[in-house]
């Protein structure tokens, strides 16, 4: 149980295009998801915090408009990087929790993003 | 600012003897911590979790200690297996916040 999928693996984009990444609790309704970036030989930096059904929370230094989330649905949140550029090349993560499973949470798989 | 840390970049262990993972923190607040492993480009994999009631958590081969007034936690894997060669983080949070990451420590179990 507690399955999270994301969705694509891996993406190559030009620079100035826009680019969707899915997050889905598989097993579990996830009223909180989170995303995360990390850089190679870095730790895993929180960039948002999203609730089902309300904004997202972001994190100092993350710009809300470049970086779309959305949750609308206890299964499913979407990163969307508006016009992206190659310093947004980076490995993108979410996770999610489910306060029923306790405070842990699970993550997906990642998606590499490039951008040239 | 770093409130998790992870100190050792990097640790080699011979199969067979024990593995401690070691995390320093330095928020009071946190109540919750968390190791996971992970293999590049891939998500991490949650292992084992401890809440800040308790001082010990055991599962299989895996054993997390909390020692609160240290601000310190560790993981000891026993027997080490060539197959937990990766690499583990430390995670904290609090009140059910977002995780606070260590920048990890890559384990090497050799045969």
């Known amino acids: 149980g507690a399955v999270v999928s994301q969705h694509p693996s891996w993406v190559i984009c030009k620079s100035g295009t826009s680019v969707k990444i899915e997050c889905r609790s598989l097993?579990?309704?996830?009223?909180?998801m989170f995303w995360y970036r990390q850089f190679p030989k870095q730790s895993l930096m929180l960039m948002a915090t999203?609730?089902?059904?309300?904004?997202?929370?972001?994190e100092q230094g993350v710009e809300k408009d470049k970086f779309l989330i959305n949750h609308a649905s206890l299964t499913l949140s979407t990163l969307t990087v508006t016009s992206a550029h190659p310093e947004d090349s980076s490995f993108y993560i979410c996770s999610a929790r489910d306060p029923l499973l306790g405070e842990t949470q699970y993550f997906g798989p990642g998606t590499r993003l490039l951008v040239l | 600012d770093q409130q998790v840390k992870q100190n050792s970049p990097s640790l080699s262990v011979q199969e067979g003897r024990i593995s401690i993972l070691n995390c320093d923190y330095t928020?009071?607040?946190?109540?919750?911590f968390l190791w996971y492993k992970k293999y590049p480009a891939e998500g991490p994999t949650f292992l084992i979790s401890i809440s800040s009631i308790k001082d010990k958590n055991e599962d299989g081969r895996f054993t997390v200690f909390l020692n609160k007034s240290a601000k310190h936690l560790s993981l000891h894997i026993v027997p080490s297996q060539p197959g937990d060669s990766a690499v583990y983080f430390c995670?904290?949070?609090?009140?059910?916040?977002?995780?606070?990451f260590g920048k990890g420590t890559s384990l090497l179990v050799t045969p």
């Open positions: 097993d579990f309704q996830a009223t909180t």
């Open positions: 999203s609730n089902e059904g309300s904004k997202a929370t972001y």
């Open positions: 928020n009071s607040m946190f109540d919750y």
């Open positions: 995670a904290a949070s609090y009140s059910g916040y977002a995780l606070n």
